[in-house]
């Protein structure tokens, strides 16, 4: 499985930015997808989680109703909106699969920069 992330950047509080995830190596559409993220000098903590079908989603306590993940199946593709954008996020964003036996996949993360 390979998972490469995109779409981020230095923002001004208020911001918005849309990262993309474009998955590869694995039946996309069979597996629920998710969004981490890790700040400087903090563990990963998870943002955004979206069922195979694109029918439930979850999202952390510190980013609901400013981020929205979305996917789509036909292009393989996972989503993250973010908007009203804060410094407190600002970290390295992650997309993450879960494959049967339980092994997780990474992608190399694109830096999200929230700062005036």
């Known amino acids: 499985a390979q998972l490469v992330e995109s779409g981020g950047g230095l923002v001004q509080p208020g911001g918005s930015l849309r990262l993309s995830c474009a998955a590869s190596g694995f039946t996309f559409s069979r597996y629920g997808m998710s969004w981490y993220r890790q700040a400087p000098g903090k563990e990963r903590e998870s943002v955004a989680t979206i069922s195979s079908a694109g029918v439930s989603t979850n999202y952390a306590d510190s980013v609901k109703g400013r981020f929205t993940i979305s996917r789509v199946n036909a292009k393989n593709t996972v989503y993250l909106q973010m908007n009203t954008l804060k410094p407190e996020d600002t970290a390295v964003y992650y997309c993450?699969?879960?494959?049967?036996?339980?092994?997780?996949?990474w992608g190399q993360g694109t830096q999200v920069t929230v700062s005036s």
């Open positions: 993450n699969v879960r494959l049967a036996g339980g092994r997780d996949y």
